[in-house]
């Protein structure tokens, strides 16, 4: 029988960032992103899956939920689980730089973690100069949020269900620009069509303690538009749509939200 292989620093972190692009239905050994992670870690599927189960044990958004986890965490495990939650803005392009150099992805490739397909590499067209660090980790950042948010709702707008993932935005409910320590955080995110989105970010829309969609005066003026019926009244006071072991969004948030949408 092969030796026990013990898991490096390096290994979780790569782990950690996968963990948080996978709901936890979907941590099992027959996924094919397990399966592809498996494969570059030279690990077992099965070995993968069981690790994401023990991390899953250690997270406080899944015990909301009633979702416990396996409960094999190890002391390494808990330390790295602690680290990369303690400071989200410098571990998570180091995850998400660390998961690309494991796939072999190129600096201007996009990398993400499609739940049911495995882990899809693109090669957008050349964009311009070389981008300064601090602009890389900014995209890194944003390239982990918008996976992790859409993956955690299903990859459907949690308003109209759009499951058209060009047309969905990881929408931030406490503003990327005034609150740097929330920027990554999985829990202030919403996925949303672009046309949702854009209400959110202006506050034409809200949601109330139940989840629940909430207009604007600004919108319920315009009801006699056929755009603003079909898009925005059809859904009025319906909760958002999250799967059963998803992460739900953090009901202080979205109440800084509902505050500033109310003044309006």
């Not at 790569?14 to 709901?23: A, E």
């Not at 979907?26 to 994401?52: C, F, G, Q, Y």
């Amino acid at each position: 029988m092969a030796a026990r292989k013990n898991w490096t620093r390096h290994e979780l972190l790569i782990v950690l960032n996968v963990y948080h692009k996978l709901r936890f239905g979907l941590m099992h050994k027959a996924n094919p992103t397990i399966i592809k992670l498996a494969e570059k870690l030279e690990r077992t599927a099965s070995s993968v899956a069981m690790k994401l189960c023990n991390l899953a044990s250690l997270d406080p958004a899944l015990k909301l939920r009633g979702i416990k986890g396996l409960s094999g965490a190890s002391r390494l495990d808990e330390d790295m689980w602690k680290e990369f939650h303690a400071n989200l803005v410098e571990a998570v392009p180091s995850s998400e730089e660390a998961l690309r150099k494991l796939m072999k992805a190129g600096p201007e490739s996009e990398i993400e973690v499609l739940p049911k397909q495995g882990i899809r590499i693109t090669k957008p067209p050349p964009s311009g100069p070389t981008t300064t660090t601090g602009s890389v980790n900014i995209r890194l950042g944003q390239d982990y949020f918008r996976n992790a948010v859409l993956n955690n709702f299903g990859g459907c707008c949690s308003v109209t269900s759009l499951s058209v993932r060009e047309l969905l935005i990881a929408s931030h409910i406490l503003p990327w620009s005034t609150h740097a320590n929330e920027r990554l955080n999985v829990r202030n995110g919403l996925c949303l069509s672009r046309l949702h989105d854009a209400a959110f970010d202006r506050y034409l829309i809200s949601f109330d303690d139940n989840l629940c969609l909430l207009l604007s005066k600004r919108l319920r003026d315009e009801m006699s538009q056929r755009a603003v019926k079909e898009n925005f009244a059809a859904y009025e006071g319906q909760a958002l749509e999250l799967p059963d072991d998803s992460v739900l969004p953090d009901p202080a948030f979205l109440a800084a939200h509902r505050a500033k949408f109310l003044k309006q």
